[in-house]
């Protein structure tokens, strides 16, 4: 066996991998790198308020507080609701938060220059997957009928969007528009919503310079919502589906006011969800706090993982407080723990539905942070077409493997993780679980892959008032 020396200097080479992203050709300049703390005391800021919002996604804040992982690593740390993702970001932005359970979009976003003005990185990633799409009861009711069956009579998964086309037909011929909701123009919601509904070839519309509607040329039109209020406004007949993360999608299914129809993993594979979040100054100024913060999440997703779940059931009763998501247990339960309940008595397996820990999860790959770019220009977010270089150096600025790292090592080194536990990489994932629509998605050619759906924007193409040109 290798000594822990050894295998450390081999997680040591995935660092310098991941921060140059030498298969890309990036020539752009590294940030300073902090050096790990030398023990949990000494913090330059030892007192820590966190934001989030209720979402199951934010378990490894909630599992790093009340398993005492942030106390271990010398840090007294409150965990604060937020009202929506802008008000949570513009904590971040302006100091009143120290970090945040965040969309990784928003960081994102940052770094191409069509969010915050200030600096926000994303050090480690929250989770995978973890969301879904959830259509009224009075729109499942209209299209159940016409879906594939199986031989037991249920509804033959993944459903496409194409289902929805007489609906939304039926609907423009009366006047009204078809509304779904999302929570955030640069979420994973919107972004998963839209690739569903054109690969089922209906448009949902493009942004506009400026614009965050994104409504330009769409037969379905979306809207922000935020999480919690999203069964809500379904129940109250002003939006007619929805793209959210759990628990409310559950949500719906526990109140019989809607259907979840299809989970992120078989829209656009495998895409990371939510990081945590925090600007580039605090992390430059705080440099130990910011790795006994990354050692205190990664060992909570290790634990939110570990054996396959054991631990999901203590999990929820955590996340079932009112301080953290709120919900009830069962409500919660029905997407914890590897099943997703898409309506009364029709529970599925789920294995890669939210995942903190396992293949990876927490590791924040450029490549999960392109497939967000390519979104963002394919629906006009970016306004005009980008080399492929723009992506790469872009997704760097974002993404920091190697903050990651370093807390991965001192880890390592204290023997509370094991080297396995860490991917040996060059900052790009391999994808293997399907788009719903065949596509694959090359990160180290994301210019092509942008351009290249049926509908969306092509190479050249910008968005005006009259439509794309």
């Keep these: 066996m290798h000594s822990k020396f050894v295998l450390i200097a081999s997680l040591a080479m995935s660092l310098a991998a991941a921060s140059l992203i030498t298969s890309c050709g990036s020539d752009t300049a590294s940030a300073p790198v902090a050096k790990p703390a030398a023990s949990t005391t000494g913090v330059e800021k030892p007192n820590l308020k966190l934001g989030f919002i209720k979402l199951t996604d934010m378990a490894p804040l909630a599992i ?13 740390v409150a965990l604060e609701p937020q009202a929506n993702w802008k008000v949570l970001l513009d904590g971040v932005a302006d100091g009143q938060l120290d970090g945040a359970h965040m969309l990784a979009g928003q960081p994102i976003a940052s770094a191409a220059g069509i969010g915050s003005k200030v600096k926000i990185i994303a050090p480690l990633s929250l989770d995978i997957n973890g969301k879904g799409v959830t259509i009224s009861n009075r729109v499942y009711d209209q299209i159940a009928a016409d879906l594939p069956k199986d031989a037991d009579g249920k509804i033959v998964h993944p459903v496409s969007a194409a289902a929805l086309k007489p609906v939304v037909a039926r609907m423009k011929s009366q006047g009204k528009p078809f509304k779904m909701g999302m929570v955030f123009p640069v979420s994973t919601h919107n972004y998963a919503l839209r690739y569903w509904l054109a690969a089922g070839g209906l448009n949902p519309g493009y942004y506009l310079p400026g614009d965050t509607a994104g409504t330009t040329g769409a037969e379905v039109q979306l809207s922000v919502t ?19 993360g759990e628990p409310w999608n559950q949500a719906a299914v526990a109140k019989k006011i809607g259907v979840p129809i299809i989970v992120d ?12 979040g925090l600007t580039e100054d605090f992390a430059s100024k705080n440099p130990k706090t910011t790795q006994a913060l990354l050692r205190a999440l990664i ?17 929820v009763k955590i996340l079932a407080q009112s301080k953290y998501v709120g919900a009830d247990e069962k409500v919660l339960m029905a997407s ?7 309506g009364q008595g029709d ?22 942070a392109i497939w967000y770019l390519t979104q963002m220009r394919r629906w006009g ?24 790292l370093l807390a991965a090592e001192s880890l390592i080194a204290d023997g509370k993780a094991e080297p396995a536990d860490f991917p040996q990489t060059d900052g790009f994932r391999v994808y293997t679980q399907p788009a719903i629509d065949g596509v694959v998605f090359d990160a180290k050619q994301p210019a092509a892959y942008a351009g290249g759906f049926a509908i969306g924007l092509k190479q050249g193409q910008t968005v005006t008032p009259a439509g794309v040109k």
């Design 299 to 315: 060992r909570a997703a290790k634990w939110l993982d570990a054996d396959d779940g054991k631990n999901r059931a203590e999990a």
């Design 381 to 404: 977010q970016i306004a005009e077409a980008k080399p492929d270089q723009w992506y790469f150096d872009t997704a760097k600025a974002a993404y920091r493997p190697d903050l990651y």
């Design 226 to 244: 935020p999480p919690p209020q999203m069964p809500t406004t379904l129940e109250a007949g002003t939006i007619d589906g929805y793209s959210v």
């Design 336 to 342: 914890m723990t590897g099943k997703f309940t898409f």
């Design 347 to 368: 529970t599925r397996d789920t294995p890669v539905f939210n995942l903190f820990f396992s293949q990876y999860a927490s590791y924040p790959y450029y490549s999960d």
């Design 265 to 276: 993993p078989d829209i656009a594979g495998l895409t990371g969800e939510k990081v945590f």
């Design 64 to 76: 790093a507080k009340e398993k005492g992982f942030f106390a271990e690593e010398g840090l007294s």
